[in-house]
C-alpha cells in the first residue's frame, strides 16, 4: 500500500531532490512551497508523514508541527534544516517530531530514515487491522463440516470459487455456516494471510453501517475527534465479509455500488477518494432477487453481486453432519471451559439427530455449549439437553424400527448398519465412525450377514 508524504520545502531544488529520495523510499510526495501551501495541503488530505523545513514563509516549520499533530496524533514529522538551535530542537521533540535532520545531509541518510518510517506505518498499519479483529471478537478459522451430500455439492461450487478473486454471493437460513465459509473461502484463496474483516449489517445501527463500512475524518461530525478507517480500508489487500447484506438501507446499497465500480472510497468528511483492493463476500438470509422485486434492493447492486451465487442448505437436510458438528463443538468448549465432558451419550446422539433444527448451526452450537457447562462427567445426556430436544424423536432407539418384536439381535443389527449406510451415502469409512467400529469390521459384519 502507497503511503503519502507531504514535503514543504521552499528551496525548490532540495524539494525535488526530497521527493526523489521519497519516491525510491516509496512514498507518493507531493510538495507545497510556503508554509500556506502545506497548511492548505493538510488540510486537503492529511498525509501519512510531513517533511518540512524549519524556516518557511509563513507559517514555519514548528507551527506545522504544531498543527499536523493536532489535527492527526498519528502523523510523523520529519523537520530538515540547516539553522536548528537547541531551543528548536526541544520545542519540535516536545511537540511529537519523530527525527531531526540537519543540512548538508546525504542522501542515504534521508532514505534510511524514510525507509524506516515506512515498516514503521506498515507495522502500525498491521496492528490495527489486527486491533479492530481482536476487538470485533473475530473467532480462529474453522473447517466447514461436509459429509453429507448437499453439504459436498455446496463445498465443490466453494472450492471452484475460492482462489478466483470475484464477488461471492453466500444465502441460506440464519445459521446455516455463512460466516463459517466466508471465512474458508478467505483461507483458500491467494489473499489468505491478509486480513479478514465481518460486518453484520442487521447488527449496526442504519446511521452507523455507513460509519463501520467507510470512515470518518476527523471534524466530520460532532465526536469525530480523530480519523477513523472503515472496514473497507483496513481489509485493504485482504477479505470483507458483509452477513446480512439484505438489511442494508438503499443510500449504503447506492455506496456500495459506486465502491464495487471505482473500487475507491470517500471516507464521511473526506474529499480525497481512497484506492481499496479488497475482496467482497455477501451473505443474505433472504432471497434477494425477491427484495429487488419489491423494491427493497437495488438491482443495479445485486447484478454486482450475484456473480457466483451459493445457497447453503439448512442443517435438516443435512443430517450426517449433525453429530460430526455436535462433536467439534463439544472439544472445542470443553478445553475452554475445563469441562470434563468428552463424548455425547447414545440417547443424546438419537435426539440431536431427530431435532429439526430451525436455528441450524448456530442453534446446534449453542445447544452444546450449554451442554457443555452442565456436564459434570466425561458423558453428555439427555439431562444436559433443552427440554424441546428432550421430548423429540423415539424414548428408546428400537421403537418406530420396521422390525417385528421378536427381532433377533443380528436383525437389528444389520438394520441398523445399513441405516447408517444409507444416512453415510455408502462411506463405509464415516459410517464405522458413526458405529463405533473399525472398518476391518464393519466389512466383516457385512460379509457374514449376507
Given at each position: 500500500m502507497?503511503?503519502?508524504?507531504?514535503?514543504?520545502?521552499?528551496?525548490?531544488?532540495?524539494?525535488?531532490?526530497?521527493?526523489?529520495?521519497?519516491?525510491?523510499?516509496?512514498?507518493?510526495?507531493?510538495i507545497a512551497h510556503t508554509g500556506q501551501q502545506a497548511v492548505e495541503a493538510l488540510r486537503d488530505s492529511l498525509p501519512d508523514v510531513l517533511l518540512t523545513d524549519l524556516r518557511l514563509p509563513a507559517p514555519g516549520g514548528l507551527e506545522l508541527l504544531r498543527l499536523a499533530r493536532e489535527m492527526d496524533s498519528g502523523m510523523?514529522?520529519?523537520?530538515?534544516?540547516?539553522?536548528?538551535?537547541?531551543?528548536?530542537?526541544?520545542?519540535?521533540?516536545?511537540?511529537?517530531?519523530h527525527d531531526l535532520v540537519t543540512k548538508p545531509f546525504h542522501t542515504d541518510q534521508v532514505l534510511a530514515l524514510l525507509t524506516r518510517l515506512k515498516e514503521y506505518l506498515h507495522h502500525r498499519r498491521r496492528s490495527e487491522q489486527l486491533s479492530a479483529q481482536l476487538e470485533r471478537l473475530e473467532s480462529v478459522p474453522?473447517?466447514?463440516v461436509m459429509h453429507s451430500r448437499a453439504a459436498r455439492q455446496c463445498?465443490?461450487?466453494?472450492?471452484?470459487?475460492?482462489?478466483?478473486?470475484?464477488?461471492?454471493?453466500?444465502?441460506?437460513?440464519?445459521?446455516?455456516?455463512?460466516?463459517?465459509?466466508?471465512?474458508?473461502?478467505?483461507?483458500?484463496?491467494?489473499?489468505?494471510?491478509?486480513?479478514?474483516?465481518?460486518?453484520n449489517c442487521a447488527?449496526?445501527?442504519?446511521?452507523?453501517?455507513?460509519?463501520?463500512l467507510f470512515g470518518h475524518e476527523k471534524g466530520a461530525y460532532t465526536g469525530a475527534t480523530e480519523r477513523k478507517r472503515g472496514l473497507l480500508e483496513l481489509a485493504n489487500g485482504g477479505t470483507l465479509l458483509l452477513d446480512e447484506i439484505n438489511s442494508t438501507s438503499l443510500e449504503v446499497q447506492a455506496k456500495l455500488l459506486h465502491f464495487m465500480q471505482e473500487r475507491s472510497l470517500l471516507r464521511i468528511g473526506g474529499e480525497r477518494a481512497v484506492n481499496v483492493d479488497v475482496r467482497l463476500l455477501v451473505a443474505s438470509n433472504e432471497d434477494l432477487a425477491?427484495?429487488?422485486?419489491?423494491?427493497?434492493?437495488?438491482?443495479?447492486?445485486?447484478?454486482?453481486?450475484?456473480?457466483?451465487?451459493?445457497?447453503?442448505?439448512?442443517?435438516?437436510?443435512?443430517?450426517?453432519?449433525?453429530?460430526?458438528?455436535?462433536?467439534?463443538?463439544?472439544?472445542?468448549?470443553a478445553v475452554r471451559y475445563g469441562s470434563p465432558a468428552r463424548s455425547f451419550s447414545m440417547e443424546a446422539l438419537s435426539r440431536l439427530g431427530s431435532y429439526d433444527w430451525p436455528g441450524n448451526i448456530r442453534e446446534l452450537e449453542n445447544i452444546v455449549q450449554r451442554a457443555v457447562i452442565l456436564a459434570r462427567d466425561r458423558e453428555v445426556g439427555v439431562a444436559q439437553l433443552p427440554r424441546e430436544l428432550s421430548a423429540s424423536g423415539p424414548s428408546t432407539p428400537a421403537?418406530?424400527?420396521?422390525?417385528?418384536?421378536?427381532?433377533?439381535?443380528?436383525?437389528?443389527?444389520?438394520?441398523?448398519i445399513d441405516h447408517i449406510l444409507e444416512r453415510c451415502d455408502g462411506n463405509k469409512t464415516e459410517a464405522a465412525r458413526r458405529l463405533g467400529i473399525d472398518v476391518s469390521t464393519l466389512h466383516r459384519k457385512l460379509r457374514t450377514e449376507k
Open positions: 502507497s503511503y503519502r508524504l507531504l514535503i514543504a520545502e521552499d528551496d525548490r531544488d532540495m524539494a525535488s531532490l526530497l521527493a526523489e529520495i521519497a519516491t525510491e523510499a516509496g512514498f507518493a510526495p507531493c510523523q514529522v520529519v523537520m530538515i534544516t540547516g539553522y536548528a538551535t537547541v531551543n528548536d530542537a526541544v520545542e519540535g521533540f516536545k511537540a511529537g517530531l474453522r473447517e466447514p463445498m465443490e461450487l466453494v472450492q471452484q470459487v475460492a482462489p478466483l478473486d470475484v464477488p461471492v454471493l453466500l444465502q441460506g437460513e440464519s445459521g446455516t455456516g455463512k460466516g463459517v465459509m466466508a471465512r474458508h473461502i478467505h483461507e483458500t484463496s491467494a489473499r489468505k494471510g491478509s486480513p479478514f474483516f465481518a460486518l447488527a449496526v445501527a442504519e446511521t452507523l453501517v455507513e460509519n463501520e425477491s427484495l429487488v422485486e419489491q423494491g427493497r434492493f437495488r438491482r443495479d447492486l445485486y447484478y454486482r453481486l450475484n456473480v457466483f451465487p451459493v445457497e447453503l442448505p439448512p442443517l435438516r437436510e443435512r443430517r450426517e453432519d449433525i453429530v460430526p458438528l455436535a462433536e467439534g463443538f463439544l472439544a472445542d468448549y421403537a418406530g424400527l420396521p422390525l417385528s418384536a421378536d427381532a433377533s439381535l443380528v436383525e437389528v443389527e444389520r438394520y441398523w
